[in-house]
């Protein structure tokens, strides 16, 4: 495995489904009322890809952190900035010494992503994508952490053993309560690791079993295609099914690796291109969408329009264009000043 694979278009497809997913489900409410289970989807993907890097670009586990840094906390912190410009609010309309203090702790708890506190604050909008950054960070550092010490253990035991006590701990122990602690760790940790660990055995699967791979290819598509249309029933149910979903999504992900050029022929170009942009650019997009929505809101009350109609949604998708836009290229411009302080 000296030779890193080209890209697999039909990931970044996935992704792009994946997005659409949590936008719409922040921006237009009910439309998708589990649109926010598309974060798992981007979870699994990252396993995916850490994995294909340990596979065909090995490297310590220091780097890959520092690249993951980089590549996340850049435009996280960028739109940590733009979201504390938006409730600007908070700090210069007051009346005495106390009102400014609350302010000021109120803008405290949005940069330091109190989730908990933030949600008391009215700022829960500011949180979208804190958890999922920290995360991809912190939980890939760990699983590449297990690959370089031995990967044969990693994936042969300690991934599933993840997976297992992972998935138990979300449906048994937390009972759908988010906000409980275990062994010191919260909810989404076990939520990104069970996850990113299943991304991880399904691309070590892929590349090291191919042969087996491509003679189970009809079985892989059929359960594919029924993982597909159960994930999109659950996606617009109103009902609770989280917990299969992590059944489904590695089917899915396993019959888009193998049908590149299925999925080629049945998406027109445009429908490609768009879910490829989407996909791409995922990440600005997961980040930018939560302190627009919350900046549009603030203007809107403002002015006593209704936060509602086509007026408001159209403001909505258009900022968020505009801002993810900006939050891209100003994260390149901050990458490469950074570049002079990568490790050699």
């Not at 952490?145 to 979300?170: Q, R």
């Not at 940790?189 to 009809?218: D, P, Q, V, W």
């Amino acid at each position: 495995m000296e030779k890193f694979v080209s890209r697999n278009p039909a990931i970044d497809w996935l992704k792009g489904v994946g997005i659409v997913c949590i936008v719409v489900y922040h921006v237009s409410v009910g439309v998708i009322p589990r649109g926010y289970l598309g974060v798992e989807l981007f979870f699994m993907i990252s396993g995916f890809f850490l994995m294909e890097s340990w596979l065909y670009r090995p490297t310590t586990t220091v780097r890959y952190t520092w690249s993951r840094i980089k590549r996340y906390a850049i435009p996280y912190i960028l739109t940590l900035v733009g979201a504390c410009l938006t409730r600007f609010d908070l700090l210069f309309h007051f009346k005495d010494l106390d009102s400014f203090l609350e302010g000021y702790t109120r803008l405290f708890q949005i940069f330091t992503m109190s989730q908990a506190m933030g949600a008391q604050a009215g700022c829960e909008q500011f949180f979208i994508g804190s958890w999922f950054i920290g995360e991809l960070i912190l939980v890939g550092g760990l699983l590449y952490g297990m690959l370089e010490f031995n990967h044969k253990l990693s994936v042969y035991v300690l991934f599933p053993c993840l997976v297992f006590v992972s998935y138990n701990l979300l449906y048994n122990e937390f009972d759908g309560n988010k906000w409980t602690v275990i062994w010191g760790l919260p909810y989404e940790f076990y939520r990104a690791l069970c996850c990113m660990a299943l991304g991880a055995l399904i691309s070590y699967c892929h590349n090291t079993y191919a042969e087996a791979f491509s003679r189970r290819a009809k079985f892989i598509n059929c359960m594919g295609v029924l993982a597909l249309s159960l994930y999109l029933c659950i996606l617009f149910s109103r009902g609770s099914y989280d917990k299969y979903v992590f059944i489904l999504l590695p089917w899915i992900l396993a019959a888009t690796i193998i049908n590149e050029s299925v999925l080629k022929k049945c998406l027109t170009k445009l429908g490609r291109g768009i879910l490829t942009i989407l996909g791409k650019y995922s990440l600005y997009l997961l980040l930018a969408h939560g302190p627009v929505l919350t900046g549009v809101k603030f203007l809107f009350g403002r002015a006593g329009v209704s936060a509602q109609g086509l007026c408001y949604t159209a403001t909505v998708y258009t900022s968020i264009i505009v801002f993810t836009v900006a939050l891209y290229f100003c994260s390149r411009k901050v990458e490469l000043l950074l570049k002079r302080y990568e490790f050699k």
